[in-house]
């Protein structure tokens, strides 16, 4: 299963991805079956499985009862080294290059070595962007960073199109786990507009019209999370 060109060649044929993303802490083993059911019927292209904090062996667990009921590729989105399950399909190796803390820009890279050449995992470099959005965010507590600055957009600019040159193969613009707005169009054009690598646009989007709007932004991988935890009719919505 090759992620990346699939993603690639979406994107070049003008194709809209779609991202469900499971979090381990979240999500009961007895309710999965019924969960993929829905995003196998869905317009989802993609399942990512991690979270900001999950304690050892969830995730892999998580992942295996996961893979018995759908044929998409599951991608790992990992908080920490300890997510790390050879069950999955391809993992984002996440950058953090929007703050300074030098543990996620490389030291958990260099700590995830070890487990990553044991595997057949997938390695997505993932130049990750978190943007500010009216409150603390997992994220932003867990790697003790600060997100950039909304109405700074030419520095988010900037910061993504530094990840490609760095030679990031994806560029993930991150609002936040139960973020309280999306990432406004402006940016998502802004950004897009200077990227010659795929987009990912992800937190706060629980209508299909913000759906909608990221993707005529100019996003070409939408991830929804919140939006299926707490509405489970937002999956009907999607078979529109």
Do not use: C, W
């Not at 990750?128 to 932003?140: C, D, F, H, P, R």
């Amino acid at each position: 299963m090759d992620i990346y060109s699939n993603i690639r060649t979406s994107v070049a044929e003008n194709k809209r991805l779609l991202a469900v993303l499971i979090d381990p802490d979240k999500m009961e083993l007895d309710n999965v079956e019924a969960i993929v059911a829905k995003i196998n019927e869905s317009k989802a292209t993609h399942i990512f499985v991690g979270g900001s904090e999950v304690d050892e062996g969830i995730t892999e667990t998580l992942v295996k009862a996961i893979k018995l009921y759908t044929k998409l590729p599951v991608v790992l989105f990992p908080g920490d080294v300890t997510q790390i399950t050879n069950e999955a399909d391809g993992i984002l190796f996440l950058s953090l290059i929007s703050g300074r803390n030098p543990d996620y820009l490389i030291s958990k890279h260099i700590e995830a070595i070890s487990k990553l050449t044991k595997t057949q995992l997938e390695i997505l470099p993932t130049g990750y962007l978190l943007i500010e959005n009216g409150k603390q965010t997992a994220v932003e507590r867990v790697s003790n960073t600060k997100p950039l600055v909304r109405s700074n957009i030419q520095q988010i600019v900037d910061t993504a199109k530094a990840g490609e040159l760095l030679g990031m193969k994806l560029i993930y613009l991150e609002a936040g786990s139960g973020a309280t707005h999306p990432i406004e169009s402006e940016i998502i054009s802004a950004v897009k507009e200077e990227l010659n690598i795929p987009l990912i646009v992800g937190g706060g989007i629980r209508t299909k019209t913000q759906l909608d709007a990221a993707y005529n932004a100019g996003a070409d991988l939408v991830v929804i999370g919140s939006a299926f935890e707490k509405n489970l009719y937002f999956f009907e919505q999607l078979k529109l």
